[in-house]
């Protein structure tokens, strides 16, 4: 079974906003960190952004002022609000949620592209 899904990729125009979703499995455990990561072709995967179980939060600094990540912790997911998208922005971004030290899971990834 997948334990981790994102939804709500897609195209958007540049200006435009997207809201990314990802529902974790209880099974996986109580999760201490979920985020969002990105991976355009050619290029490594990097942290957009990541929401601890106590509400801190952390952005890249491309993203910070645009994007805006949150958690519901009852149903063990997490999304990511983009607002103000630029061509930039264009890449495969992962959910990943860490349930400990060596735990991680991540998604399948799914595609934003933003169009000048």
């Known amino acids: 079974q997948v334990q981790l899904v994102e939804s709500g990729g897609g195209l958007v125009q540049a200006g435009g906003s997207l809201r990314l979703s990802c529902a974790a499995s209880?099974?996986?455990?109580?999760?201490?960190?979920m985020g969002w990561y990105r991976q355009a072709p050619g290029n490594q995967r990097d942290l957009v952004a990541r929401?601890?179980?106590?509400?801190?939060?952390n952005y890249a600094d491309s993203v910070q002022g645009r994007f805006t990540i949150s958690r519901d912790n009852a149903n063990n997911a997490v999304y990511l609000q983009m607002n103000s998208l630029k061509p930039e922005d264009t890449a495969v971004y992962y959910c990943g949620a860490m349930t400990g030290p060596t735990r991680w899971y991540w998604g399948q990834g799914t595609q934003v592209t933003v169009s000048s």
């Open positions: 209880r099974s996986i455990g109580s999760i201490n960190v």
């Open positions: 929401i601890f179980s106590g509400g801190t939060t």
